[in-house]
Each structure stands twice: as C-alpha cells, then as structure tokens.
C-alpha cells in the first residue's frame, strides 16, 4: 500500500515537473495567418466558430491565405408517438472549412456531427436543450478543425 503511494507521488511530480503539457490544450494556437475570412450558412454557428478558435483577420498585406466557413444545421425528426408528435429528434451540424492560398486551395474539409434526443414535453425548456446541444456539438467540431488547420 505504501509503495503504491509513494509510486503515485513519483508519477505526480513527474508529470507536473517535467513540462508536460498536452498538445491541443490551447484553441487559439492556430500557426496561420489569414488574411480574410469568408462565412457562408448558419451564421450563429460561424461566429461561435470562430470565436472558439480565436480567428482573426490580419490587417497586413502579406499574408495570403483566406478561410472560408460554410454552415449547415438540421433539425430532424426520427421518430413519432402514436398521436403522430415528434418523440425523438437529431440534431445534425456540418461544417465545410477550406484553406486557399493566392486562389488556390490548400486544404478543405467537411466536418459533421450530431446527436439524436427525446423531445421534451416543455417547448422553452426543448429550445434550451437544443442549444445546448448546438453547442456541444459545434465545440466538437471545433476540437477537430484545430487538428485539420495545425
């Protein structure tokens, strides 16, 4: 029992004192430059993205490079009571993101994510849940469009 503590301990300092530090940690460490940035779609949903990741236009001349955001949320309904009310819902969020430089494009990519829910009998307290659910969702995307662009 002791060695078990004293292992723990070791590993602790260890992990704190060696600089450890994981690698995605930080959404605002985008190693690009951009010079514009184009939203297309949601627009809620754009500018919740960009937000997250911390995107800003550079004001200089020299960087090149443009971003475009295109947005795309569905409300479905999967299934219905006997009565023919909607019982369960998905909610499904696609992001296309391309990456251009001087009009020719470097990466491009479609992201999606959804997720699928009970209705609520309350419709204040579904709306609430459903954004909430939005923005789970688009924090999901995000994790991963941090990947895509570093």
């Avoid at 723990?8 to 060696?18: K, P, R």
């Avoid at 960087?63 to 909610?91: C, H, Q």
């Amino acid at each position: 029992m002791i060695i078990k503590k004293i292992f723990l301990f070791i590993l602790l300092f260890w992990l704190t004192n060696c600089g450890f530090e994981p690698i995605y940690s930080k959404k605002s460490d985008l190693n690009i430059s951009i010079s514009k940035i184009e939203m297309k779609g949601e627009k809620n949903i754009n500018r919740k993205i960009t937000s997250i990741l911390n995107l800003k236009e550079s004001g200089g001349k020299s960087p090149t490079s443009k971003l475009e955001l295109e947005s795309n949320k569905k409300i479905n309904v999967v299934s219905r009571d006997e009565k023919g009310n909607a019982s369960v819902y998905r909610t499904t969020i696609k992001i296309k993101i391309s990456l251009s430089e001087e009009n020719e494009t470097i990466k491009q990519k479609i992201f999606s994510s959804s997720f699928t829910y009970n209705t609520i009998n309350n419709k204040f307290d579904l709306s609430q849940y459903q954004n909430n659910i939005e923005l789970d969702l688009i924090n999901k995307i995000t994790d991963q469009i941090l990947i895509f662009l570093n």
